[in-house]
């Protein structure tokens, strides 16, 4: 079953997915006032489109959002300043910036999410996302994932969770954005060369990207007078 919206439409009291399926909002909204309601949706009951929901206090929202293929929740828990509007959607496939996340394409969620802040006015916020395994590149690992936000401009990485059976929270957000979530990518090693102890260099081409709240570093090995020896010269955690 699926009710595609014509227009923008309000749910003043309750939702009810009761009779199953999706409601499809192509470019139109779905906004559930404040005060009213969302019941039954499920992997199957779900908004495909842009869903505004008003929140009032720091408890958790849900957003019970995906695509035409399968549900993609997100639950927003913010610290709340003044009650307010957001809008949460998801789109399936490759996010058109991902190329400059310095993120893995080839461990990803094949999916994103667009969180837009319509008038919330919130200190800092933690986000649950859920997805299907069948969005999960091939052979990644999703304890490897974390998450990225981008503004527009520039990527941050926000703290995240572990994530397990489809589901990462990402924390500690001061706004919103479009979110995606993958695997950093793997730093390629320096090319083996023979010192001779006049200006040898190694150069690194690529990109650091520190996997949040766990441990890392990054070592260099040096052989002299015919002993190596390991340094390590940046590391975060234990």
């Keep these: 079953t699926r009710i ?24 139109n909204t779905l906004t559930i ?30 957003f019970p959002v995906g695509d035409a293929s399968n549900a993609a929740t997100v639950t927003i828990t913010p610290s709340v300043d003044s009650p307010g509007f957001v809008t ?7 996010y058109s910036e991902f190329g ?7 461990s990803s969620v094949n999916r994103f999410w667009t969180i837009s ?7 800092v916020a933690d986000i649950d996302f859920t997805w299907n395994a069948a969005d999960v590149d091939p052979g990644a690992s999703q304890n490897n994932f974390i998450a990225a936000r981008y503004n527009g401009s520039s990527w941050s990485l926000p703290s995240t969770s572990l994530a397990q059976d489809g589901q990462l929270t990402a924390s500690n ?20 060369l023979n010192f001779d102890g006049n200006n040898d260099e190694v150069q690194w081409g690529g990109n650091l990207v520190p996997n949040n709240n766990r441990p890392y570093s990054l070592s260099i090995w040096v052989k002299a007078n015919g002993s190596a020896n390991n340094r390590t010269i940046l590391s975060q955690g234990n």
């Design 4 to 27: 595609n919206l014509g227009s923008n439409h309000t749910i003043t009291e309750t939702l009810d997915f009761i009779g199953g399926g999706r409601i499809v909002t192509g470019a």
């Design 33 to 62: 006032a404040e005060n009213a309601t969302i019941l039954g949706n499920t992997d199957q009951n779900y908004v495909q489109g842009n869903l505004q929901r008003y929140i009032a206090a720091s408890l958790p929202v849900l």
């Design 88 to 94: 949460v959607s998801t789109t399936g496939g490759e």
């Design 100 to 106: 400059t996340s310095g993120l893995d394409p080839n």
């Design 117 to 123: 802040n319509q008038s919330l006015i919130f200190s």
């Design 173 to 192: 957000i001061l706004e919103f954005g479009d979110f995606v979530i993958a695997s950093t990518q793997v730093g390629q090693a320096g090319a083996s």
